[in-house]
């Protein structure tokens, strides 16, 4: 088969294809008729082309005519646009049409003359006149590319991306005739070589063409090139040239490999193939193919609509206990980042670790006062740590924590804005591939920050209002809880009475009304602490912890392990009420002898450290893993006790805190648990012990 077959013939398949796509999403602008006329007349003159080498006869005077009708329907084409550019600058065209006018009556004159002395091949023409087709090509081409030249020249640099790969294509088509003809005039025939492989330099250039067209909606023709189609159609050529390759090299290896030739091509080509899946299925490589495409081939980074519909299904999808993670996941998955973790501003103000995706940190809380915060909130820029290592002066007075910039995997900070409130941010890690950071990156991960940080916000109000919920059915429960008491105190203060009229055994009788008046007085007080609410101020006075603290771990010497209490603080005096801080540091030491064996340790520690009075309480028990030591410790009605309520650590966070104290926990699966609460210390001779008022209240 003649290699000019195979080259027009693709040449006229390509175009075909593109001219047809032109027609379908045609949308009856001229310039989009005339890009479609002039792909069509290119299928067309290729295909008569291929069709005459097939049959083996010449047409000279039927290819010469198209072949004008192309060059004249891609230079209309070109004034056109040209045209159109000369408007928007506010300049008047007429002496360019003038021209184009001239120049296209002069190629109508020359293409008559050379068709006529093509088609007469039997006439007794003269040479010069013969030679006039090759020549009103040679200017067609030469007025092509004069064209192209002062279209890229009169575009503005912010169309000139919009443009260049058409003006490339169509001026290397130009550039390929004006070969051809010229040195076909000068040696008075053409090339074969150079004129066979002609067709597959036309059909390399539609790819270019159809880019242009994609990135011009002007060209009135809504023609998409898909940027997952580039991306797998990429893959597909590339594995086929890899394997082409592979083939050539295996044949190379069994030509000269002698007796060993077949086997060492068996095996050559079984590592070529094993190769090649390791490359498709790697998410790196897949990530650098990705960059490249989208760096070179596209207007955009990114195909917007493609990025926000996963975004949205990664959100959206899941358990809904993972919105965090799934937020993480959303956000890391815009820019390949292959982990991230998230940080969530919390009631006095300041930032703690909430989860992470792939990307395990030091939980390290970030203050409210901190730059970083200062700096999200009032610039909301997503944060370079790589810009800012190498450019600082870019991000003026923002100081990074020192963990994070100790953190060398760390990439980017993602501010979470709602209604212009910092609800929180992410970290995200380095991508698996090396990639830019623009405009176009920060403002894709800016708003999808929004999107993810509205989520957050909505997951936590139906996380509230679930509590809210769950609180107003235990108030509900408390109310029945105070009938039952009350009815049982009635009962037993009924039985006291009967028993002081019908005791037989005194000393029996007798224990038996102190066992019973005292479970009186306990249960009348519980009554009292729930009618009046634990936020009741009754009780609140000076006390000693050293005293609070010796009474909690006594009353706990009973159970295995037990207890130990050691300071060497004699006084350590905080404004508290007593049952409430003696129920908080109970809870704590009974949870630790519940988690700890019999074995074990079980330690309470006293200091006083800078006007602070600093409250231990280790174990050497099983410990907790970070998961739930950082979302679910002291997430009110979570335990991992079966009779638990899930109240005894909530109900201790903001006790403590609401004696504008703190408490920390550290925690080791199979280590031990260690709480410290530290409380603010005050001084004796200032304060009086017993009742003390209501903040704002008087105390005369």
């Not at 009618?531 to 009741?536: E, I, L, P, V, W």
Request: proline share 3%; with cysteine.
């Amino acid at each position: 088969m003649h290699i000019g077959v195979l080259s027009y013939g693709l040449a006229a398949l390509a175009f075909f294809l593109f001219a047809l796509l032109l027609l379908l999403n045609w949308r009856g602008r001229l310039q989009g008729a005339l890009l479609a006329a002039a792909a069509a007349s290119t299928a067309i003159w290729a295909g008569t082309l291929t069709y005459s080498l097939i049959v083996s006869s010449a047409w000279p005077g039927a290819v010469m005519a198209l072949e004008y009708a192309r060059d004249g329907l891609w230079l209309a084409f070109l004034y056109q646009l040209l045209e159109s550019r000369v408007r928007v600058a506010g300049k008047a065209p007429t002496r360019l049409r003038r021209r184009f006018l001239v120049g296209l009556v002069v190629l109508a004159l020359l293409a008559l003359a050379s068709i006529a002395a093509s088609g007469l091949p039997h006439l007794a023409l003269p040479g010069w006149l013969r030679s006039l087709g090759g020549l009103g090509l040679l200017l067609a081409s030469l007025t092509g590319m004069a064209l192209i030249e002062q279209l890229y020249r009169n575009a503005a640099e912010t169309e000139r991306w919009a443009i260049k790969y058409f003006c490339l294509g169509l001026g290397a088509l130009f550039a390929y005739d004006f070969y051809l003809y010229s040195e076909g005039l000068l040696l008075k025939h053409l090339d074969e070589d150079v004129w066979s492989a002609r067709g597959l330099a036309n059909a390399l250039v539609v790819p270019l063409l159809a880019v242009s067209a994609a990135r011009n909606p002007q060209w009135s023709v809504n023609l998409h090139v898909s940027r997952r189609m580039v991306f797998h159609t990429a893959t597909l050529m590339g594995a086929g040239v890899y394997l082409l390759l592979m083939a050539a090299a295996g044949y190379y290896i069994r030509y000269f490999g002698g007796s060993w030739g077949a086997v060492l091509q068996s095996v050559f080509l079984f590592g070529a193939l094993v190769v090649l899946a390791v490359v498709v299925f790697s998410g790196a490589m897949r990530a650098r193919l990705k960059v490249f495409l989208s760096k070179h081939f596209f207007s955009y980074k990114y195909d917007y609509r493609e990025e926000w519909l996963r975004f949205t299904r990664t959100l959206s999808t899941g358990e809904p206990t993972a919105v965090r993670e799934r937020a993480l996941q959303a956000v890391a998955g815009l820019v390949d980042s292959p982990g991230a973790a998230l940080w969530l501003a919390q009631e006095d103000g300041s930032f703690t670790f909430a989860a992470h995706w792939n990307f395990p940190v030091s939980p390290e809380p970030v203050a409210q006062a901190a730059s970083l915060v200062r700096f999200l909130r009032s610039r909301q820029w997503v944060v370079n740590l790589e810009e800012y290592a190498d450019s600082p002066d870019l991000y003026g007075d923002l100081v990074l924590p020192a963990w994070l910039e100790a953190r060398r995997d760390a990439w980017l900070v993602v501010p979470l804005m709602v209604h212009e409130d910092l609800i929180g941010f992410m970290v995200l890690a380095h991508p698996r591939s090396r990639r830019g950071f623009n405009w176009e990156d920060s403002d894709l991960l800016k708003t999808a920050g929004r999107q993810a940080a509205a989520h957050l916000a909505q997951a936590s109000a139906l996380e509230a209002l679930a509590q809210a919920r769950q609180f107003e059915s235990f108030n509900r429960f408390s109310a029945f809880v105070v009938h039952d008491v009350k009815n049982v105190v009635a009962q037993l203060s009924l039985m006291l009475k009967n028993a002081e009229r019908h005791k037989h055994n005194p000393e029996f009788q007798e224990d038996m009304l102190a066992t019973v008046d005292h479970a009186v007085q306990k249960m009348s007080r519980l009554l009292s602490q729930l009618r009046a609410g634990y936020q009741s101020a009754q009780g609140v006075g000076l006390l000693n912890l050293r005293d609070v603290l010796a009474s909690v771990v006594a009353e706990k010497a009973a159970y295995r392990p037990q207890p130990r209490f050691e300071t060497a603080v004699e006084e350590a005096w905080v404004v508290a009420e007593r049952e409430r801080l003696a129920r908080v540091l109970g809870h704590l030491v009974q949870n630790a002898i519940e988690a700890t064996p019999d074995t074990g340790r079980v330690e309470v520690t006293l200091d006083a450290v800078d006007g602070q009075a600093v409250i231990q309480v280790r174990d050497t028990g099983r410990g907790m893993d970070e998961t739930f030591l950082h979302t679910q410790l002291f997430r009110p009605f979570a335990s991992t006790k079966r009779a638990g309520m899930g109240i005894g650590a909530y109900e201790c966070r903001e006790y403590v805190r609401e004696l504008k104290g703190d408490i920390r926990v550290e925690s080791r699966l199979g280590k031990g648990t260690t709480f410290t609460l530290t409380l603010p210390l005050t001084r004796r001779d200032n304060q009086r012990e017993g009742a003390w008022p209501l903040e704002g209240a008087s105390s005369g």
